[in-house]
Protein backbone atom coordinates (compact mmCIF):
# COMPACT_ATOMS: atom_id res chain seq x y z
CA UNK A 1 0.00 0.00 0.00
CA UNK A 2 1.40 3.04 -1.03
CA UNK A 3 -0.01 6.59 0.49
CA UNK A 4 1.07 10.19 -1.02
CA UNK A 5 -1.45 13.26 0.82
CA UNK A 6 -0.45 16.50 0.75
CA UNK A 7 3.05 18.43 0.51
CA UNK A 8 5.60 17.02 3.08
CA UNK A 9 4.58 14.11 4.39
CA UNK A 10 4.77 10.71 5.38
CA UNK A 11 3.57 7.60 3.47
CA UNK A 12 3.85 4.06 3.79
CA UNK A 13 4.50 1.35 2.05
CA UNK A 14 4.41 -2.49 2.76
CA UNK A 15 6.59 -4.86 1.17
CA UNK A 16 5.83 -8.15 2.17
CA UNK A 17 8.55 -11.05 1.07
CA UNK A 18 6.84 -13.73 2.81
CA UNK A 19 2.84 -14.59 3.55
CA UNK A 20 2.15 -15.29 7.04
CA UNK A 21 1.15 -14.30 10.30
CA UNK A 22 4.07 -11.78 10.65
CA UNK A 23 3.02 -10.33 7.16
CA UNK A 24 -0.55 -9.45 8.83
CA UNK A 25 0.66 -7.38 11.69
CA UNK A 26 3.38 -5.75 8.88
CA UNK A 27 0.17 -4.63 6.65
CA UNK A 28 -1.95 -3.95 10.15
CA UNK A 29 0.68 -1.41 11.16
CA UNK A 30 1.21 0.23 7.64
CA UNK A 31 -2.29 0.92 7.41
CA UNK A 32 -2.78 2.44 10.72
CA UNK A 33 0.17 4.37 10.29
CA UNK A 34 -1.17 5.37 6.63
CA UNK A 35 -4.30 6.59 8.43
CA UNK A 36 -2.61 8.61 10.91
CA UNK A 37 -0.16 10.40 7.86
CA UNK A 38 -3.81 11.39 6.31
CA UNK A 39 -4.30 13.72 9.52
CA UNK A 40 -0.91 14.94 10.64
CA UNK A 41 1.66 15.25 7.70
CA UNK A 42 5.78 15.28 8.37
CA UNK A 43 7.08 18.72 7.87
CA UNK A 44 10.48 20.27 7.87
CA UNK A 45 11.55 23.86 7.64
CA UNK A 46 12.12 25.19 3.79
CA UNK A 47 15.25 23.60 2.57
CA UNK A 48 16.24 21.90 6.03
CA UNK A 49 16.59 18.60 7.62
CA UNK A 50 14.78 20.61 11.10
CA UNK A 51 11.44 18.63 11.76
CA UNK A 52 8.90 21.27 12.38
CA UNK A 53 6.88 20.84 15.88
CA UNK A 54 4.13 20.20 14.49
CA UNK A 55 5.37 17.11 13.33
CA UNK A 56 5.97 15.83 16.99
CA UNK A 57 2.13 14.12 17.71
CA UNK A 58 2.67 12.61 13.88
CA UNK A 59 6.50 10.95 15.06
CA UNK A 60 5.16 10.03 18.36
CA UNK A 61 2.31 7.91 16.87
CA UNK A 62 4.13 6.54 14.48
CA UNK A 63 6.44 5.16 17.47
CA UNK A 64 3.79 3.53 19.21
CA UNK A 65 2.18 2.07 15.79
CA UNK A 66 6.12 0.55 14.73
CA UNK A 67 6.57 -0.87 18.68
CA UNK A 68 3.17 -3.03 18.42
CA UNK A 69 5.24 -4.17 15.08
CA UNK A 70 8.68 -5.81 16.15
CA UNK A 71 8.64 -8.00 13.19
CA UNK A 72 9.11 -5.41 10.89
CA UNK A 73 12.06 -3.36 9.64
CA UNK A 74 11.58 0.23 8.73
CA UNK A 75 12.80 1.96 5.61
CA UNK A 76 12.71 6.10 5.55
CA UNK A 77 13.20 7.79 2.33
CA UNK A 78 13.55 11.54 1.87
CA UNK A 79 12.53 12.73 -2.03
CA UNK A 80 12.77 16.32 -2.46
CA UNK A 81 11.70 18.44 -5.54
CA UNK A 82 14.15 19.31 -8.59
CA UNK A 83 15.02 22.82 -7.53
CA UNK A 84 18.42 23.04 -6.41
CA UNK A 85 21.38 20.92 -6.96
CA UNK A 86 21.39 16.87 -7.38
CA UNK A 87 23.92 17.03 -5.00
CA UNK A 88 22.13 19.34 -2.62
CA UNK A 89 18.69 17.50 -2.82
CA UNK A 90 20.45 14.27 -2.65
CA UNK A 91 22.39 15.87 0.82
CA UNK A 92 18.72 16.95 1.87
CA UNK A 93 16.82 13.85 1.52
CA UNK A 94 19.13 12.06 3.31
CA UNK A 95 19.31 14.43 6.05
CA UNK A 96 15.65 14.56 6.61
CA UNK A 97 15.49 10.81 6.54
CA UNK A 98 17.73 10.14 9.10
CA UNK A 99 15.86 12.93 11.34
CA UNK A 100 12.85 10.59 11.02
CA UNK A 101 14.88 7.93 11.96
CA UNK A 102 16.50 9.93 14.86
CA UNK A 103 13.22 11.24 16.12
CA UNK A 104 12.15 7.58 16.47
CA UNK A 105 15.16 6.82 18.03
CA UNK A 106 14.42 8.98 21.01
CA UNK A 107 10.73 7.74 20.95
CA UNK A 108 12.69 3.87 22.03
CA UNK A 109 13.02 2.35 18.60
CA UNK A 110 16.06 0.68 17.85
CA UNK A 111 17.99 2.36 15.22
CA UNK A 112 19.51 -1.48 14.22
CA UNK A 113 15.54 -1.58 12.35
CA UNK A 114 15.24 1.42 10.65
CA UNK A 115 17.64 2.52 7.14
CA UNK A 116 17.48 6.31 5.68
CA UNK A 117 18.12 6.78 2.53
CA UNK A 118 18.21 10.02 0.57
CA UNK A 119 16.85 9.95 -3.31
CA UNK A 120 16.68 13.38 -3.64
CA UNK A 121 14.63 14.35 -6.66
CA UNK A 122 15.32 10.95 -8.74
CA UNK A 123 11.44 9.42 -8.34
CA UNK A 124 9.30 12.44 -8.11
CA UNK A 125 5.61 11.81 -8.32
CA UNK A 126 3.80 14.71 -9.75
CA UNK A 127 4.84 17.63 -12.31
CA UNK A 128 8.25 19.88 -10.78
CA UNK A 129 7.04 22.29 -13.08
CA UNK A 130 4.36 23.44 -10.80
CA UNK A 131 4.25 24.79 -7.04
CA UNK A 132 1.84 22.00 -6.21
CA UNK A 133 3.03 19.16 -7.63
CA UNK A 134 6.71 20.30 -6.13
CA UNK A 135 5.10 20.18 -2.87
CA UNK A 136 3.95 16.58 -3.49
CA UNK A 137 7.79 15.95 -4.60
CA UNK A 138 8.66 16.72 -1.12
CA UNK A 139 8.04 13.80 0.82
CA UNK A 140 9.28 11.34 3.52
CA UNK A 141 8.04 7.65 3.03
CA UNK A 142 8.38 5.48 5.52
CA UNK A 143 8.16 1.18 4.41
CA UNK A 144 7.82 -1.18 6.81
CA UNK A 145 8.92 -4.79 5.70
CA UNK A 146 9.01 -7.87 6.82
CA UNK A 147 12.38 -9.14 8.61
Not at 37 to 59: D, E, G, H
Amino acid sequence: MRLTVGCLLLAVTVLASNVGADTTDVEDCARSAAQLQIQQPVAFAAASAVMLPASRPSIDALALIAVDCPNARIIIEGHTDDRGSDALNLQLSQARAQAVVDALTTRGLDAARMTARGLGSLQPIASNDTRAGRAKNRRIVVSFVDR
